[in-house]
């Protein structure tokens, strides 16, 4: 039985938030079509809107249609065909959309691939997912030399960054890039855009099957509660209902605004909100194939995106961007903050700094995780909690639960956010045991996602996040908090970002290990026992981190997010100051 028949069948869920949208929002209607349909709607309405722009090029929806209906003819006539898996693994670059809608259209499945993975990685990704074929950025042949012929993969199309650029910029790129990493040899398992395309032309017509809301379009991939690597599988509904959903929380984002999708495509937030929610509204998405955080103001002067949807250290790098003078940041309509906690200090920074550079935009926080499709609650507008992740997307539900009994916590009281929503996973690729265990089904019959995050609502229903279960220190029997005690060492004047993480102690079972960076102009040596100070007096006893360590930049994974498993093999003793 599919875990969907369990939803709205069952008792109502009772949900604070919902006096926040009206009825017709609540119960939103998922129309039986397909990603690529959505577009194609768009392309309707605005034939001449521009749908990407990509280093300065416009491709307009017709153009954009018209590419993935190319390439879809080319995947067919490798034999692609429904419920085929497909890996992509490229920047945000054109050809990267243009190969998933392509897929999209042909029922097949799309297996989103980080490009900068490690070769074994990819390699187990190929075979993990049974890929038949490799879309690949051409650059990083050499990950897939040695290991190609392990995989079932049958051909690899290359890309290059410079397909989609005008004539002058390719030549720069190739002049620039010339000799820096290894070409892959001519080989009939391997081919170009331009070998690709005209596989196409060979095809009189790619029969026109309609596929719908409950096909799988994509695989995402996460740690899920466990923290080992699986592939979540997406349906195209969780796209369509994300997208109206954004619509519904984003009433000021209109046809012809644009989002500046620096978050990547192996990404649910990037592939879900940043590229289709904008394609499938008539908006066009800005590609950030790499991103240069010392240039980031000159990136919003250049681009005037009306929204941008980042991590926190995003953020962090636009407010110490020095390069333009007098920027006008009055286009933009929506800034939003996800992935990370965001600090309280560095909100105030970064609202003060919009205010400073003529905008009325003000940073809010969202909540996500792959298995949902990345967006599950949004603030917006006027309806924000400052410290707050929103409220629930209208039509989704949440829970704080103990995680030992599955009782409901009460308003205030931190426990496990679980979600109820249409956007669910189908579940884990060839997982049955983890599937099971991240949706359960309830005493009050519906299919609840644990997500292993902590959390707690409050009486009008906004969702405060606390950090992953996992991360929760143990401590004498009491339980520590991580961001709790993170945000009182933030708030220490001299402190701009603290990270706290669990280390063994022989009889108190975990304490807490704070590592800090401090603002510009303060030093470890001078500061420490003022910190300290500064938590004896915020924090009860069982609290106060146990080792106080000074670093100048904390550790990050390839997403922005801190990089908690390399900090904890950091754990000596020694290495307290700057």
């Not at 500061?527 to 904390?554: E, S």
Request: proline residues 5%; positive net charge.
């Amino acid at each position: 039985m599919s875990i969907f028949s369990f939803f709205r069948k069952k008792k109502p869920i009772p949900a604070p938030w919902e006096k926040y949208y009206t009825q017709e929002e609540r119960n939103i209607k998922i129309p039986n079509v397909s990603l690529y349909d959505q577009v194609v709607e768009s392309y309707r309405k605005y034939p001449n809107y521009k749908a990407i722009v990509y280093m300065g090029k416009t491709i307009t929806y017709r153009q954009f249609v018209k590419l993935i209906d190319m390439a879809s003819a080319s995947f067919y006539a490798l034999k692609v065909k429904k419920g085929d898996i497909v890996t992509i693994c490229m920047p945000n670059i054109p050809e990267a959309l243009i190969c998933f809608y392509a897929l999209n259209k042909l029922g097949a499945i799309a297996n989103m691939l980080h490009p900068l993975s490690a070769e074994e990685e990819i390699k187990q990704s190929l075979n993990s997912t049974n890929s038949k074929y490799l879309v690949m950025v051409d650059m990083f042949y050499d990950k897939i030399e040695h290991t190609i012929e392990e995989t079932p993969v049958k051909r690899v199309i290359f890309v290059s960054p410079a397909d989609s650029l005008n004539i002058f910029l390719r030549f720069a790129y190739k002049v620039k890039q010339h000799g820096k990493y290894k070409k892959y040899p001519h080989a009939s398992k391997f081919m170009n855009l331009k070998q690709f395309y005209r596989l196409g032309k060979k095809v009189k017509e790619v029969p026109k099957k309609k596929y719908g809301r409950n096909t799988p379009a994509v695989i995402l991939h996460s740690g899920g509660t466990s923290g080992t690597p699986k592939n979540v599988v997406i349906q195209n509904r969780s796209f369509i209902l994300e997208a109206r959903q954004e619509q519904i929380q984003m009433k000021r984002l209109h046809a012809g605004d644009c989002c500046l999708a620096i978050m990547p495509n192996f990404h649910g937030f990037g592939l879900s909100v940043l590229m289709h929610t904008p394609l499938s509204l008539g908006c066009y998405s800005i590609l950030v194939p790499q991103f240069d955080a010392k240039k980031f103001d000159t990136l919003f002067k250049k681009t005037r995106p009306t929204c941008v949807l980042g991590v926190p250290t995003l953020y962090e790098a636009l407010i110490h961007s020095h390069n333009e003078k007098n920027l006008d940041l009055s286009f933009l309509k929506y800034v939003v903050s996800g992935g990370d906690i965001l600090p309280k200090s560095l909100e105030d920074e970064i609202n003060k700094y919009f205010k400073e550079h003529n905008s009325t935009a003000v940073v809010t926080q969202g909540y996500g995780l792959s298995e949902a499709l990345a967006a599950v609650t949004l603030a917006c507008d006027d309806i924000n909690k400052s410290g707050s992740v929103g409220i629930p997307l209208a039509g989704n539900y949440i829970k704080i639960i103990d995680p030992a009994t599955q009782k409901t916590m009460p308003y205030g009281e931190v426990g496990e956010i679980v979600i109820n929503s249409k956007a669910l996973m189908i579940g884990y690729l060839n997982n049955e045991n983890e599937t099971n265990a991240a949706l359960q089904v309830h005493k009050d019959g519906h299919v609840w996602l644990h997500t292993g995050d902590l959390g707690y609502m409050d009486e009008d229903g906004f969702i405060f996040y606390k950090g992953r279960q996992k991360r929760m220190i143990i401590t004498s029997g009491y339980n520590v908090y991580p961001t709790h005690v993170e945000e009182v060492i933030e708030s220490h004047p001299a402190v701009l970002q603290c990270t706290v993480i669990g280390i063994p102690h022989p009889y108190k079972q975990e304490v807490g290990k704070a590592f800090i960076v401090l603002k510009e102009g303060f030093h470890g040596l001078f500061v420490k026992a003022d910190i300290k100070n500064y938590c004896k007096k915020n924090l009860a006893k069982y609290m106060i981190p146990y080792q106080f360590v000074f670093r100048k930049q904390l550790p990050k994974t390839k997403l922005g997010k801190v990089d908690f498993q390399k900090l904890q093999s950091d754990i000596g003793e020694d290495d307290d100051d700057e």
